[in-house]
């Protein structure tokens, strides 16, 4: 248990005693009124020494557990919270000498210099905008208070690492002289105005624990009702670890002890491996002859709404991982954490069994919980306005679902409406994860949840469901409603409409891509039903063999087709010119080029688009760019770039100035974390070993000859790798090796592999290349050549050829200085 308190505080002494300090300062008889003391209070303060004599008033900290090791989602997570404050600010007058904000993280040891640089960062990043905030500055003082508790490198793990930094927290707050503390995270969210200053009230009202030892919220998983209920356990009341906790009271510190012993690490691992070999029997008992069985009628095939999926066997049981540290839990499911560990030791008691204190209901007395402080919403969805309706005294609202993604968000209304229950984890991410990788959509979820027999097969999706069945023309409007725009895509590269698809979705768009291409497998955008146009041997970037044919066929098949009638908005990217199908069919365009205007109409500088031109190729280009014209004098069509490149090229051959959009590439949410000694040359493709493209040749290119002679002569020790195989140097005592992204991943890759190694060397083929927005939404490093070096190498080894795919003819515009 942490250390005993210090004696009950006597009551506030009044305004004309001297000022509150901190219990970080020097000892009082030394200290002369430093300047942060006189910012607090400059007209008492002034010219004054604090003494022996000054009695703090009773102080509350208000800790915000954060991990500072962690990528960048973890910092919008931290963002997210505190721009709350602008519409829900913490105080309307300084409470600098009653109540801190504390940003807690564990830190732990480790050689590996990226995780201190990473948590330098995110420090750095928290200073700023602190500084730049009047509303923290205001409440909370003028820098952010930022401590580390050391974590052993075994204990940094979920849920050990929470429950560690709990335990501890508890003498650290009695260290620095708080009477209470209170644990924010932060996805509990301010729901009223001076939340810090009404806290502060709640304290002074339980000086000596009169009251409570924790005063918090059991799950309110419907945030709207009014009496707390759990969805996995109705009899589970434990009240969430955000909640105000009294540091004044020994026999607390005695019942977590009691707790951390009753719920030890080695008793609570026998359990959960004890139930892990009771999943395992039922596993090969049960569940997997039953997939069997069924298996053997269906082949493994099961239709959803016209579709088939292939279903696969049940997952076998998940081996749990063995807790560290004590009083984390109790060993059954769902029953993790330090808040479930403190319930369950005194409700076990409820039914006559024996509790793990002997006065249960004494103990009990001393946990509050209700919803005047948090409305304990689990992962629900709520309305504001809504759960003011019912809880209007409440100061916050503590759910996960501010995190949630567009897929994750439908996925939970559709099991929440037609299960008629809060939804499990397991389904929501399950779903969500099917919505996000395109393997099925709104309408196949819907299908395959009124399948169950708990479905209510009066709620509005079931209905749409039904309707879909016997109406294929409505269908597609019930799948995209009126106020829902409905985008299509037909490109023959996936990544142009993949990086932008979370834009479009989170501006509440739908967006159906039919791409022909190798990358659609990826991204989940292979075409479905897609007709007339096809890759076909590389024929379809230039609508070949007759493009006229193709326009005619192309426009008889969609000008009465369900789904073409509901689309309201199409984008073409790669080729942009392929919107040029669309222009009879009265689609909005957004025309939003990725790479040359010329592209799949008169592209002779490309090699494999030379077996597909003619004498007409200079027609085609010229009829393209008086179409492109048209297409941009429509009102409501978009003539765009992702690079400032292809923007000024199409404004040069066309007249038509092209905004300028790049591509967001941050769908994936994976972030930069370094664990991988060797340093990337990329992108996955380059030109260095053109035209063999052999890893040899490319080697022997003089650009890598210099870069590795450059490596060498920064590091420490010389390299005794030949260039056919890579490049290495080393840093002092780190050895880091250069590897050409082709290399490392002969066949493919995931973005968390990229993530993974420490920067990516950037050797440009193009002008412009959809790799490189990836690379910067992961944050990873990345090294590339200044404008003057990449001028150079393409002057000497014309290493961007592909800065031009053909020749647009230029008589058609004059074109000014």
């Known amino acids: 248990p942490p250390p005993p308190p210090p004696p009950p505080p006597p009551p506030l002494a009044p305004p004309s005693e001297p000022p509150a300090y901190s219990p970080l300062d020097p000892p009082l008889e030394e200290l002369p009124l430093d300047p942060l003391l006189e910012l607090r209070d400059t007209e008492h303060a002034k010219g004054t020494k604090l003494t022996k004599d000054a009695t703090p008033p009773p102080r509350l900290a208000v800790v915000m557990p954060v991990r500072l090791d962690g990528g960048i989602e973890i910092w919008n997570r931290v963002l997210l919270h505190l721009r709350n404050w602008e519409k829900h600010r913490p105080c309307s007058e300084s409470l600098r000498n ?22 330098n960062f995110n420090k750095d990043l928290l200073r700023n905008y602190w500084q730049g905030s009047s509303v923290a500055t205001t409440c909370f003082g003028l820098e952010p208070q930022i401590i580390p508790l050391p974590l052993a490198q075994k204990e940094n793990q979920h849920p050990d690492c929470t429950c560690v930094l709990f335990y501890r927290t508890f003498g650290l707050m009695r260290e620095m002289g708080y009477s209470h503390w209170f644990q924010l995270e932060t996805d509990v969210m301010p729901v009223q105005k001076d939340w810090a200053a009404k806290l502060l009230q709640r304290m002074d009202q339980n000086l000596g624990c009169s009251r409570f030892w924790v005063h918090g919220s059991p799950p309110m998983c419907n945030p709207t009702e009014t009496t707390p209920r759990s969805p996995l356990s109705p009899g589970d009341l434990h009240i969430n670890g955000n909640a105000l906790y009294c540091l004044d009271d020994l026999e607390f510190d005695s019942f977590l002890g009691t707790v951390q012993s009753h719920y030890s690490a080695e008793q609570v691992n026998s359990l959960m491996m004890r139930n892990y070999e009771q999943r395992k029997r039922n596993y090969y008992e049960n569940d997997l002859p039953k997939y069997k069985a069924w298996f053997h009628r269906t082949g493994g095939v099961q239709k959803i709404n016209r579709k088939s999926y292939k279903i696969s066997a049940p997952l076998f049981p998940r081996k749990p991982t063995m807790y560290v540290v004590n009083g984390c839990g109790t060993g059954e499911g769902g029953e993790s ?37 948090i409305v304990n919403a689990c992962e629900s969805e709520y309305n504001l306005a809504a759960v003011r309706k019912v809880h209007p005294s409440a100061l916050f609202v503590h759910s996960k679902f501010v995190y949630y993604s567009p ?64 109406n294929v023309e409505r269908s597609w409007m019930l799948r995209f409603p009126k106020n829902q725009i409905y985008v299509w895509n037909t490109d023959l590269h996936a990544a142009p409409l993949a990086c932008n698809i979370p834009i479009y979705e989170a501006a ?8 022909d291409s190798g990358n659609c497998k990826i991204h989940k955008l292979c075409p479905t039903n897609l007709r007339v146009l096809t890759n076909h041997r590389m024929q379809g970037f230039g609508m070949e063999p007759c493009m006229t044919r193709v326009r005619e066929l192309f426009f008889d098949a969609y000008r009465r087709d369900a789904e073409m009638a509901r689309v309201d908005v199409v984008i073409c990217s790669h080729p942009a010119a392929n919107c040029e199908l669309y222009m009879p069919l009265n689609k909005t365009l957004i025309v939003y080029a990725s790479t040359r205007l010329e592209f799949g109409r008169h592209d002779d500088v490309v090699e494999w688009r030379q077996p597909y031109l003619d004498s007409k190729s200079p027609a085609r280009i010229a009829r393209w760019i008086e179409n492109l014209r048209r297409i941009a004098s429509v009102p409501g069509n978009v003539i765009a770039s992702n690079n400032m490149y292809d923007a000024k090229y199409i404004e040069y051959f066309t007249g038509i100035k092209a905004q300028y959009l790049p591509s967001w590439c941050g769908s994936k949410n994976i972030y930069y974390k370094p664990s991988k000694p060797q340093i990337l040359a990329g992108p996955y493709r380059d030109n260095l070993g053109h035209p063999k493209h052999t890893e040899e040749e490319a080697w022997q290119h003089p650009i890598f000859k210099a870069l590795k002679t450059a490596l060498d002569s920064h590091g420490a020790c010389k390299s005794n790798l030949t260039l056919t195989s890579g490049a290495t140097f080393c840093n002092g ?51 590339a ?18 800065r031009i795919y053909g020749h647009p003819p230029e008589d058609t515009l004059e074109v000014s200085s």
């Open 407 to 470: 897929a994750q968000i439908k996925a939970q209304r559709a099991l929440l409406h037609i299960l008629e229950g809060n939804p499990a984890k397991a389904s929501i991410r399950e779903w969500s994860h099917m919505l996000e990788e395109r393997s099925a959509n709104e309408l196949d979820m819907w299908a395959n949840l009124c399948k169950q027999k708990s479905a209510n097969q009066n709620s509005t999706e079931c209905k749409a469901v039904k309707n879909s069945l016997t």
């Open 508 to 515: 509440g768009a739908a967006v159906h891509g039919q791409v």
């Open 337 to 373: 954490g330090f808040d479930h560990a403190m319930y369950q030791c005194l409700a076990r008691g409820l039914d006559g069994e024996l509790g793990c204190v002997p006065d249960a209901s004494a103990v009990r007395s001393k946990f509050v919980g209700d919803t005047e402080l």
């Open 98 to 119: 009653r109540v801190d904000l504390l940003f807690l993280y564990g830190e732990v040891t480790s050689s590996n210099p990226m995780i201190k640089a990473t948590t």
């Open 785 to 802: 050549p200044s404008k003057k070096l990449l001028l150079q190498w393409h002057m000497q080894y014309d290493v961007v050829w592909e």
């Open 733 to 783: 005592e780190k050895g880091y090796e250069v590897q050409r992204m082709k290399q490392m991943y002969p066949k493919s890759y995931e973005y968390s592999d990229l993530a993974a190694h420490p920067a990516i060397i950037i050797i440009p083929y193009q002008l412009s290349v959809m790799s490189l927005f990836e690379y910067y939404r992961m944050n990873i490093p990345i090294f």
